[in-house]
């Protein structure tokens, strides 16, 4: 069965620097999303991509986020200067016209 | 604006017994309603999930849920419990944008006793 994936499982980062999360969404899906849960917290919508561009995004994401499907097979999610809150699970997810999301195992980034 | 409720943060039922999750929402037009499950260290795992039609509707692993307009509620149950269910049960909703973002409730902590 397909399934999504992510890598890697867990990234640890020093405060101010750059990550990368890495998503492979299931191939024939048309509608890519992030969610990230803060330990001990709800899954929180970030941000979702649709026809190469952002379609919605929450007030979460901002400047200091970026999404980016540099080919046919991946999803990515940069932070540019991590941040001690950034620490969280990030989910990748992802769906054709139907309203049903497949998500990923997650990332669980570390800002120290 | 829109919202999910699980009211149960946490739930212990003894192997064996009944289970009901609760899950009430808040969304003005027609929702599109989820529960997914969450084991230790994994993903999302999707349970079933209500678009239309009949409002008792089955999933994997034994569970079903049942929408009710009235009460905005989607509660999840499963009639006899095993110890493998031990895990974090989410309800969510989706939206009818564009995006089908979904918004998800606190989550509840099922344990199961022996």
């Known amino acids: 069965e397909p399934e999504v994936t992510q890598t890697p499982s867990h990234q640890v980062t020093q405060m101010g620097q750059e990550v990368i999360l890495r998503c492979v969404p299931i191939s024939n899906h048309l509608y890519f999303y992030w969610y990230r849960q803060i330990l001990g917290q709800k899954v929180e919508f970030l941000v979702s991509?649709?026809?190469?561009?952002?379609?919605?995004k929450s007030e979460i994401f901002d400047d200091q986020f970026s999404v980016e499907r540099p080919d046919g097979s991946n999803f990515t999610l940069k932070i540019r200067s991590t941040k001690l809150e950034d620490s969280a699970m990030y989910f990748c997810a992802s769906k054709t016209v139907t309203d049903t999301q497949y998500f990923g195992p997650g990332t669980r980034l570390t800002v120290l | 604006a829109q919202s999910v409720t699980q009211p149960d943060i946490h739930i212990t039922v003894s192997e064996g017994a009944s289970l009901e999750l609760r899950c009430n929402y808040s969304?003005?037009?027609?929702?599109?309603l989820f529960w997914y499950v969450q084991s230790p260290g994994q993903g999302l795992q999707l349970l079933l999930k209500y678009f239309s039609g009949d409002t008792l509707v089955q999933g994997i692993k034994g569970f079903e849920a049942e929408f009710k307009r009235s009460q905005s509620s989607f509660n999840l149950r499963k009639p006899s419990v095993h110890w493998s269910d031990a895990a974090e049960y989410f309800c969510?909703?989706?939206?009818?944008?564009?995006?089908?973002?979904?918004?998800f409730g606190q989550g509840t902590t099922l344990q199961v006793k022996p």
């Open positions: 969304y003005g037009a027609t929702p599109y």
């Open positions: 969510a909703v989706g939206t009818s944008s564009n995006t089908g973002k979904l918004i």
């Open positions: 991509f649709y026809n190469n561009e952002i379609s919605e």
